[in-house]
């Protein structure tokens, strides 16, 4: 059972939400970040989850020092929205998957001290991802939880995301499992739009040519009906019956 302090000391211990240190190392760390970010973002959108970045996650209530910022972290079971930061013993969970945008600088906070910290937490999955291949040759390199040991992912595939991950470039791709669809980052979704929108003009453009085409076919069976009167009409003036004419 987690012990809670009490109010009045609870209420005099400050957990800051920033320390002036950049976001990310590089423009590809951060692109990753940002993209990873919105991306589970709008995947989950309709579920009882939030997605953070780059938030201090406080782990040990009353000691404000205890606290690391994953680059990307996935709760489920919590209200949805945005946090300033992220106390586990308020919210009442652990992360559920957890991604670090890693770097050589990086390798032995995120591949010792994190994993050890995240194994310990009990968050069910650890993504690292390398964009630059400094030191993951495959760019990325995932944990997940069996028992209390981490066990490399070998896979792919994240369990409790029900995702397949792959590599595109210097992003991490995600694929729903049962359907194969991607999730679109978002110069995609633009790109996707535009072929919408252009396949729907299109379309539309057809149903007009279409249309007009059965017009003129309608109004030259009509003139064509029109001269066979005539014709008849000119024949019957010459005394000569047009529907006895074989």
Do not use: C
Not at 82 to 102: A, C, H, L, S
Not at 104 to 122: A, C, M, R, V, W
Not at 225 to 234: D, G, T
Request: proline share 4%.
């Amino acid at each position: 059972m987690t012990a809670t302090l009490p109010i009045s000391v609870e209420s005099e211990i400050f957990y800051p939400s920033a320390d002036g240190q950049p976001v990310a190392e590089t423009y590809d760390h951060l692109y990753a970040l940002l993209t990873t970010l919105e991306v589970l973002k709008q995947y989950l959108a309709d579920r009882q989850a939030t997605v953070l970045a780059n938030q201090f996650l406080y782990y040990a209530q009353g000691f404000p020092k205890l606290r690391v910022a994953p680059d990307v972290m996935v709760i489920f079971d919590v209200a949805p929205g945005g946090r300033d930061n992220y106390k586990i013993w308020e919210e009442g969970q652990v992360p559920t998957v957890i991604f670090e945008m890693t770097s050589f600088g990086t390798k032995g906070h995120d591949e010792i001290f994190k994993k050890t910290l995240y194994e310990q937490l009990g968050v069910k999955e650890y993504w690292l991802f390398d964009p630059k291949a400094e030191w993951i040759e495959q760019k990325l390199r995932g944990y997940r939880l069996r028992g209390e040991i981490y066990e490399y992912i070998e896979d792919g595939r994240s369990e409790p995301l029900q995702l397949r991950l792959a590599i595109e470039g210097k992003l991490i791709a995600f694929y729903q499992e049962h359907t194969g669809k991607k999730l679109l980052i978002a110069d995609e979704l633009v790109e996707a739009l535009r072929q919408e929108v252009l396949a729907r003009q299109q379309a539309e453009e057809r149903a007009e040519q279409e249309s007009r085409r059965a017009e003129q076919e309608h109004q030259r069976a009509e003139q064509a009906q029109l001269e066979i009167e005539q014709l008849k009409a000119k024949l019957r003036s010459l005394n000569v019956d047009p529907d006895t004419i074989e």
